[in-house]
């Protein structure tokens, strides 16, 4: 039977249209291995005119072979500096409040942008020009994510006893953002941001029920962005990471 080239472009989209929904729809798994994945967070501003080349170094573990193996960077953009003229879209008083409790618990000296964290402990190397810290030796066991249509499972395997209670945090990353600043220290300037946090919830996680967790959270309202991710890390009572997971995701 003829078919017209519009026919078949339509029928193409649509096959097209039908598979992606279908591979939306797919279990997206993540395991960490037993070795103790790196977390990076940092803590950034839009309207801090000395953050951008922070963003920039940490944009550059997009290529780290490393990256969400050994590796998993987070970048929380802090709400502190929006009043100096620029509301940062990013930013979110829970991030800022999670910086003042790792300087309030000695984790870090006090709270700055842009401020690194490197496995739970302030690095200044970056203002230095230095590497990251190496990889630690630590083997607290694997971590697995998985996602499906919403709702998440999260299970730890500790290769030796933990505490008793851990902290579960779950978020969603966006990369390739891109922001016009038309005021405050950054105005007129383009800037790019990477392996930012849009989302985040926090759960615990007990020994008692085997360090497993199950629930909700739907990639909803996210900020538009060139790729995502969704990453899972388990931290003690005093914020320090004990293990972390995590990958490029389909919402």
Request: with cysteine; glycine share 8%; net charge negative.
């Amino acid at each position: 039977m003829f078919q017209s080239k519009h026919s078949f472009s339509m029928g193409l989209l649509f096959a097209l249209s039908v598979t992606a929904t279908v591979s939306q729809a797919h279990e997206q798994v993540f395991s960490s291995g037993s070795a103790q994945v790196q977390l990076i967070e940092l803590y950034t501003s839009e309207g801090c005119s000395s953050c951008p080349p922070a963003d920039r170094r940490i944009s550059q573990l997009k290529a780290d072979s490393g990256l969400w193996q050994r590796r998993i960077p987070i970048a929380f953009h802090v709400d502190y500096w929006d009043y100096i003229g620029w509301q940062d879209p990013f930013a979110h008083a829970a991030n800022s409040q999670r910086q003042r409790t790792h300087a309030k618990v000695g984790n870090v000296s006090s709270v700055y942008t842009p401020g690194f964290i490197v496995d739970g402990q302030e690095w200044s190397g970056f203002f230095r020009g230095k590497n990251l810290p190496a990889l630690t030796d630590l083997d607290p066991g694997p971590l697995t994510l998985n996602y499906e249509d919403g709702k998440v499972t999260v299970e730890f395997q500790p290769t030796n006893s933990q505490a008793q209670r851990l902290k579960l945090q779950l978020a969603w990353l966006g990369s390739g953002l891109e922001t016009a600043v038309t005021a405050g220290e950054n105005a007129g300037r383009k800037l790019q941001h990477d392996f930012v946090v849009l989302k985040r919830q926090q759960e615990a996680l007990f020994q008692q029920q085997n360090y497993k967790y199950a629930g909700d959270f739907p990639a909803e309202e996210l900020a538009e962005a060139e790729q995502y991710a969704l990453v899972a890390w388990l931290e003690d009572q005093r914020g320090r990471p004990v293990q972390a997971v995590g990958g490029w995701a389909i919402p």
